[in-house]
């Protein structure tokens, strides 16, 4: 036997303990932090481009619908003529919802918020397909067809309930923009106004790994159903760091009241170190994209259907942070002018975010359909900050 092969165990000395791990540093709010590989959608904040699937949004906006959009966000390519009125046609098939979801909004408060019961509607769906097929194309076909379906039917049918109206029944035979603005007004909308609304669909429809978005990916990585992965999107964007700002943009145009006053106020803003709303963004370094379609959506509605004044106040307002503002990076973002623009479509103010959920929801339902292809559930770390070890003492004893 060699000398080698005499040593045992013992005669080995230990390996070296690993040296501690230096934890990462912390980030709040993750910022700058991958934490997924995505093809869906791509951000350049410093020359102010978005595209989706490799398309610029404004020629999306220009050439496309928003259920084209979203078939190509969803299923990575531009559909054929085929596919896409196969898909147009599912679509308008399912856009009713069950009487009984009906019932249920009819029980909700009068003044609750549209958000909360968009959350709650969505969330139903899941009784109604219970069944889950995650590795099936044809479920995953289905489950994007009735959710961009009834979210719309939902939001509108929730607006005249809460009026004490019954609900409008979806027509099979319109677009699916100017079918939403049907089931809130029962008229049907001008050409014009249904084209401006899909547009802002679509430019509204994704925007990569924002807060409702990892949400959606975060509750899709347990492999629940989709349903729930959009109810819980929705809940994230009801928050009012994510969703609800172009409201605010309009009430902060509101009160400055004139474009005289837009100077002195936009100066006191600064030196009390106000937010100032539709202001700014953590992507982008320039204008958004989006605020720029946006503004030329506007100035159309209101060369056909009158001037909005408030209109005035923002392009004073945006010339005056240009100034002030622009140097640090400052710009518009996507809620600065949507507001003015859902307002001259007559839409309800509290409605504009569960519009925006309308249109994200095409986004949401990307990221859910592209997690099941490379799914691990999320399980970030943590820095605990806590107590050391501490002593058990007795109740009588404290």
Known sequence: MSDTASHTASDVPPAP????????????????VPATQSAICDIDGRQGQLTYRGFDTAILAAQSTFLETAYLLIWGDLPTAVQLREFEHEVQMHR????????????????????D????????????????????PEYIYGAVV??????????????????????????????????????????EPDPLAARIFDACLIIHSEHSLNASTFSA?????????PYAVVASAVGTLAGPLHGGANEDVLAMLE??????????????????????????HREYKVKDPRAVILQSLAEQLFDRFGH???????????????????????????????????????????????IFAIARTAGWLAHWKE??????????SQIYTGSLPRQWQPLDAR
Not at 163 to 181: C, M, S, T
Not at 255 to 280: C, T
Not at 328 to 350: A, T
């Open 146 to 187: 009735r959710l961009l379906a009834k979210i719309p039917t939902m939001v509108a049918a929730f607006q005249l309930i809460r009026k004490g109206q019954d609900p409008i029944q979806p027509r099979d035979d319109l677009p699916y923009a100017a079918n939403f603005l049907y089931m809130l007004t029962e008229r």
């Open 371 to 380: 997690q099941l292809g490379a799914n691990r559930i999320f399980r970030p």
């Open 255 to 280: 009160a400055i009241g004139s474009p005289d006053q837009v100077e002195p106020w936009l100066d006191r803003a600064i030196a009390e170190r106000q937010k100032i709303m539709g202001f700014g």
């Open 117 to 136: 019961a968009l959350q709650a509607s969505a969330a139903s769906l899941g009784l109604f397909y219970s069944r889950r097929a995650l590795d099936n």
């Open 17 to 32: 303990a690993p040296a501690p791990a230096t934890p990462p540093p912390f980030r709040p709010g993750l910022e700058g």
């Open 96 to 115: 009713r919802v069950s009487f009984r979801i009906r019932d249920m909004m009819k029980s909700f408060p009068a003044q609750g918020h549209p958000m």
């Open 308 to 354: 909005d004044p408030l209109y005035d106040l923002a392009c004073a307002l945006e010339r005056a942070a240009a100034e002030r503002l622009g140097p640090k990076g400052i710009y518009p973002n996507v809620d600065f002018y949507s507001g003015l623009v859902y307002r001259k479509l007559g839409i309800p103010r509290d409605l504009f975010t569960p």
């Open 217 to 225: 990916r975060v509750t899709a990585s347990t492999l629940t159903d």
